[in-house]
């Protein structure tokens, strides 16, 4: 059939152009998507800098038990007919064990709320979300029960490698219980929130990235279209 079919063949030093063209939008959505790897790498590292790795607890903090710090609870199941793969007015993220796995017009939560994966092969991974949004059952929802920023968490429960408690193997899971025993360093709130006011201003810098990327995926598709559709 692939064969058989026809397509049109412009001259080469016309093909030449488009690849330049399109291999120009491809280098600067990879330049940014290397600049947001560096600004991970660099709230990451500001994170061990200030706190000390959580494991070996250089700077001494007081440890203490998940369950006396966080209140850990998994949303509710879902139809996949609800959910949309993309944005749309009215439709909110909806966030499953490997983070968002959709679009839907419903939401349980409001506010800035860290989430643990814990079903599936990436079970444990931890995602920081922002305003309106739907958690499934696979989808642990961490409220403090302290006060605490929601950003020092962010790279505390990231640092703790959660996926290493999962149990099972075709289909690994990852237990509340499990979770709730592990203990860990506490550092004083002033602090997190001097971590968190760093970390903040480092989200602007990859949110403003972030739409250079989408700005220039949209451009892509209307080039693509251009060439090759009309």
């Not at 488009?18 to 947001?36: F, G, Q, T, W, Y």
């Not at 203490?64 to 879902?78: P, T």
């Not at 599936?120 to 991974?125: F, I, K, R, S, Y």
């Amino acid at each position: 059939m692939i064969r058989n079919e026809v397509i049109p063949v412009p001259p080469i030093e016309v093909q030449e152009r488009i690849v330049a063209e399109l291999d120009k939008i491809n280098e600067v959505v990879e330049d940014c998507r290397e600049l947001l790897r560096n600004l991970n790498a660099l709230a990451q590292s500001l994170f061990y800098d200030t706190f000390g790795d959580p494991v070996s607890n250089p700077k001494c903090w007081t440890f203490k038990q998940i369950k006396s710090l966080l209140s850990l609870k998994a949303g509710k199941s879902i139809k996949a007919s609800e959910l949309l793969n993309h944005i749309t007015d009215g439709y909110y993220p909806c966030y499953g064990g490997n983070g968002i796995r959709g679009y839907i017009s419903k939401k349980s939560h409001h506010g800035l709320y860290n989430i643990i994966g814990r079903q599936g092969a990436l079970c444990g991974n931890i995602t920081l979300a922002n305003g309106d949004f739907y958690a499934t059952e696979h989808a642990v929802v961490v409220s403090p029960l302290i006060e605490s920023s929601p950003y020092w968490l962010y790279y505390m429960l990231s640092a703790l490698n959660l996926n290493k408690y999962a149990k099972g193997v075709a289909q690994p899971g990852l237990s509340v219980g499990v979770i709730n025993e592990i203990s860990i360093p506490v550092p004083p709130l002033a602090l997190q929130q001097r971590f968190a006011t760093q970390v903040e201003a480092i989200e602007a810098q990859k949110a403003n990235v972030e739409a250079t990327i989408a700005e220039m995926q949209t451009l892509l598709a209307s080039r693509m279209d251009y060439w090759f559709n009309d």
